[in-house]
């Protein structure tokens, strides 16, 4: 069954601050360190690139870029080799121009669950993109 998660965060930062730090390819692990420790986009010229990401835990994530939408301030990536027991995952960042130097960070994904692990899932992936949304502000905070 396909399963939605959602984190939002209202950032103190301009929207266009943001998307330059989320519209690259690579240099994740600058902003979220406590998740990913290194990237890297061997062809970012490619219709679809490639994101390859060693998590903190040595896991490996490898992504497919799909969109990078620089009028409505849109990442969309599928992963398509992870460690969770999840298919199909598709995520986006979108960034929200608010007014007066504030921006909405929505990142949420699409994915297809088994059952058992739904809730569970749902749950770590939501705490997941939480946790990302908090570094990506301090990391513009320094």
Known sequence: M????????KIAVPADDLWSTIRRMDGIEAWYSDFISA???PDPDALQPRRNCTMA???????RILLRDDVTR???YAIDSHPLPA???VGSIRIDDLGNQTSM???GANMTLEDAH???MEDMVTEIYAKGLKS???YHAR
Do not use: C, M, P, Y
Not at 2 to 9: D, G, L, M
């Open 136 to 138: 990506l502000e301090q």
């Open 74 to 76: 849109t990442f969309v």
């Open 39 to 41: 990237s890297e986009v």
């Open 118 to 120: 739904a809730a569970q």
């Open 57 to 63: 835990d040595g896991g490996e994530l490898k992504e």
């Open 105 to 107: 960070v929505t990142w």
């Open 2 to 9: 396909t399963h939605h998660v959602i984190a939002q965060r």
């Open 87 to 89: 298919r199909n995952l």
